[in-house]
């Protein structure tokens, strides 16, 4: 009765999990009356709470919805210092004049299809590439989180590549103007084809007022903010209100009091949930052929060739490679010694959605007239996506995993092959 109990408490909690959550800070806003006044050196740390608890550790991004900066010089430094399951932290600095607010909307997602990279704080502010981890992460936005700038700026952050290994973030750099922003703080958020809808950029020269949207399900709206041009005159002034009915979306973006500061958003639809799931290639057709070959001496244990890719892995190791979304069907060549007293066993993976009969299977006893073991194995895809594969060759095995970035990252085995003895 009591390990039911315990069962049925572990269910109950993973049940619970959360995988997304979004939320409007205000603590580092003045005219709350947090007591937030951010200047001269002030430091402010700030933990916000999740509305409940993730089963890992969330990716954190975030956008302004209200802003008031002063004039020239100032430097606002904001970051994310910490992250967990059940919360996460930010740090805001300000240096020489007043920051009066930023009010922040924060969006927090448990999803690998989604990958948030963090460039806070950057001193002398430049165009600059990032790793990514997702290859098939081919679509993005930036979105700006900070600057310190010394007089009138102009710049616009903009993605001005994406490939299936880097993003890179581009700055414009007008002249008598860049040398006047010193520090440039942003995100970039980058994920798979369905992540996201962005329905462009709105260079902003007065008051914005946007169409009316029809509210996307499963998404959250973002206005990502990644131009100022500012004449260092007044104030920067910025503040989204938003108008919302059971289906649709509008808002305003402008100056609640003196003059509009020119600058350029983009309106985003995020998904926090997905209609495609990735999966692990699947073998639909496989060829087997076993021969006699009168010298093995210099022929390798396994020769792997990934056809018409030029491909072709012989020694011991560990070895990746990233298949192109456009090679489908994959074609395979593996070949075996198989020496007398051995056997060769083989799996390869045929069904993901199947509960039994996954995988093709064979096994082979060798003998001395059948000494060498082909396998010629075709593999599909879903649909089209790059392919992540780990390939680890040992004396006695050979194994291809595949990297799916998915809700979770997972590795999955599609082909298995050990030389084992008889018994």
């Known amino acids: 009765m009591l390990s039911y109990l315990i069962q049925f408490i572990l ?50 991004f975030l956008t302004q919805e209200w802003i008031d900066f002063t004039t020239a010089q100032t430097q606002i430094e904001l970051q994310i210092i910490s992250i967990s399951k059940t919360q996460f932290s930010m740090k805001v600095y300000c240096g020489y004049n007043r920051m009066t607010t930023s009010m922040i909307k924060w969006f927090a997602i448990d999803d690998q299809r989604i990958e948030v990279i963090n460039n806070f704080n950057m001193v002398n502010p430049d165009d600059k590439t990032f790793q990514i981890k997702n290859p098939n992460a081919q679509t993005g936005f930036v979105v700006l989180t900070s600057i310190h ?3 009138a700026i102009d710049f616009l952050l903009s993605i ?10 581009s700055i414009t750099k007008v002249a008598g103007k860049f040398t006047n922003l010193k520090q ?27 169409d009316i949207l029809a509210i996307q399900p499963n998404r959250w709206f973002a206005i990502a903010l990644q131009d100022l041009n500012y004449p260092n005159s007044k104030n920067i002034r910025i503040k989204a209100v938003f108008t919302n ?50 010298d093995l001496t210099n022929l390798p244990t396994f020769y792997l060739e990934f056809v018409s890719l030029n491909q072709i892995y012989t020694t011991i190791g560990n070895f990746n490679y990233l ?29 993901n959605s199947c509960s039994i009969q996954k995988f093709h299977t064979f096994q082979y006893n060798c003998l001395n007239q059948m000494n060498y073991v082909g396998f010629f194995p075709k593999f599909n ?40 003895n008889q018994q």
């Open 149 to 151: 700038y010394t007089g």
């Open 323 to 351: 298949v192109d979304k456009s090679i489908s069907p994959l074609l395979m060549a593996i070949q075996i010694k198989c020496l007398s007293g051995k056997k060769i066993q083989a799996k390869f993976n045929k069904c």
């Open 184 to 210: 440039i703080g942003y995100q970039v958020i980058v994920g798979v084809e369905e992540a996201f809808i962005n329905l462009g950029l709105r260079t902003v020269m007065g008051a914005f007022s946007s």
């Open 11 to 60: 269910i109950e909690r993973i049940i619970n999990y959360i995988t997304f959550d979004s939320n409007l800070s205000l603590d580092f806003d003045q005219f709350t009356g947090s007591g937030f006044f951010c200047n001269s050196g002030y430091t402010k740390t700030a933990t916000i709470n999740f509305s409940g608890e993730f089963e890992n550790v969330p990716q954190v």
């Open 160 to 169: 001005s590549q994406i490939t299936m290994h880097s993003v890179t973030v």
């Open 245 to 294: 009915t059971v289906s649709t979306l509008q808002y305003t973006w402008g100056t609640w009091y003196d003059i509009e500061t020119p600058n350029s958003h983009s309106q985003i639809w995020i998904a926090y949930q997905f209609t495609k799931s990735y999966k692990a290639l699947e073998c639909f057709s496989i060829r087997t052929s076993r021969k006699f070959v009168i």
């Open 381 to 420: 895809q879903a649909f089209n996506q790059y392919n992540e594969l780990k390939i680890n060759i040992q004396s006695s095995s050979l194994e291809i995993t595949q990297v799916i970035y998915d809700q979770k990252v997972t590795e999955q085995s599609i082909v298995d092959i050990q030389i084992l």
